[in-house]
């Protein structure tokens, strides 16, 4: 008999403490029905990053993206105000602004030429003498609500959600000295993945357990017995101490400092920093078992005499995402065998893990018990 989406969920226990809990169960990973309800409980009501803020600096600037399977675009109008929007022309439901992001003075629908101004209001229809009963005012493009915190612009499709800096919560605090305002965004990479976008975040969250056997590159840097693991109320913070004494040369003048720190903010977003640098890693699903990763690299400085460097250091990261890539690939694999159930965890290593699996426990029964 298959088992009920209820029943799947249940199979979970969020009430374990850390050294009596079991992982999520496979099915999570492999079945359609919890991608859905994540698709609502999850992406539909957490705040999702859809932009750098130095994409959006100048009015006319604009990124759009699918978030939650809905089309969105963020715009900064010619009033200096940052806004996001449903990209969902309001005559026929085609996306008004079709481009990933860049520059323009309205937003104009491409199907029959409606144009939308900055600010999202309906300005100028065409052949539309006639129409009776009809409101310009009243179909403008549809508001979503926008916030940014540090070099992130963030959408919600909530509209009771807390604020993004309630959500944030103490990773403000946290991120508050490292400074990273200071630093430059310098380039992106895309990954797809053959893996659930859970598979990526627990390999992100497993407090450094995989580094030594995974990444022998990046652990020639690191403290591993120093690692550290914090939980917030939605976040968690790693961190380890850095030596230079056995490092391996390429890896170690590129990653350099006292301490490497790695933020994740439930469900999806994670930064890491080192000193002078930092990435961030955001992680959409593309379906039950595929998931695309951006990988945003920023740097102190990021002028051409530092272009060699900045780009041997994203070649390191680039060498570690794909060391992952093979992990959690083979990692959806297993999931969906027979073979397996849910797994344990690691008291010293995995709290991070734990919480996020507990976090997305109460996300998805509570979208259930509104139904
Ligand atoms: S759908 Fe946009 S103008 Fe017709
Ligand atoms: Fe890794």
Redo the contacts with the bound molecule.
């Keep these: 008999m298959n088992a009920s989406l209820a029943q799947v969920l249940d199979s979970y226990d969020a009430t374990a403490p850390l050294d009596e809990a079991f992982t999520i169960p496979g099915p999570w990973y492999t079945d359609g029905r919890v991608a859905e309800l994540e698709r609502r409980a999850v992406f539909g009501r957490t705040w999702q990053v859809l932009a750098r803020a130095d994409q959006l600096e100048r009015p006319g600037q604009f990124v759009s993206a699918e978030i939650a399977g809905e089309p969105l675009v963020a715009v900064r109008g010619s009033d200096g105000v940052l806004r996001a929007f449903f990209n969902v022309?309001r005559?026929?439901?085609?996306p008004?602004m079709t481009e990933p992001c860049g520059e323009a003075d309205k937003l104009r629908?491409g199907?029959?030429?409606?144009t939308y101004n900055l600010q999202g209001e309906l300005r100028g229809m065409t052949d539309w003498e006639g129409v009776s009963d009809f409101d310009r005012a009243r179909f403008g493009l549809v508001p979503v609500r926008v916030e940014t915190w540090e070099n992130f612009v963030f959408v919600n499709l909530d509209k009771a959600a807390p604020s993004l800096l309630d959500a944030v919560g103490g990773l403000a605090t946290l991120l508050a000295p490292l400074n990273v305002s200071r630093l430059r965004f310098f380039e992106r990479r895309e990954y797809v993945l053959a893996c659930n976008w859970k598979v990526y975040v627990d390999n992100y969250l497993d407090g450094g357990y995989h580094v030594p056997h995974m990444h022998k590159g990046l652990s020639s840097v690191l403290e591993y017995a120093d690692y550290t693991i914090e939980n917030g109320t939605r976040y968690c913070v790693q961190s380890s101490p850095m030596t230079q004494k056995s490092a391996e040369a390429e890896v170690a003048s590129v990653r350099k400092g006292d301490r490497a720190y790695y933020l994740w903010l439930h469900p999806n977003f994670m930064i890491n920093c080192y000193e002078g640098t930092m990435d961030t890693n955001l992680v959409r699903p593309l379906g039950i078992d595929r998931c695309h990763v951006t990988f945003d690299f920023y740097f102190e400085d990021v002028s051409e005499a530092r272009r060699a460097a900045n780009a041997a250091s994203v070649e390191v990261a680039d060498t570690v995402q794909g060391e992952d890539v093979a992990i959690c690939e083979g990692v959806q694999k297993g999931l969906g065998s027979r073979a397996y159930g849910a797994g344990r965890l690691s008291v010293r290593r995995e709290a991070g893990e734990h919480l996020f699996h507990r976090l997305l426990h109460t996300d998805l029964t509570s979208e259930l018990g509104r139904e």
């Design positions: 022309c005559h026929h439901a085609t008004v629908c199907y029959h030429g409606w």
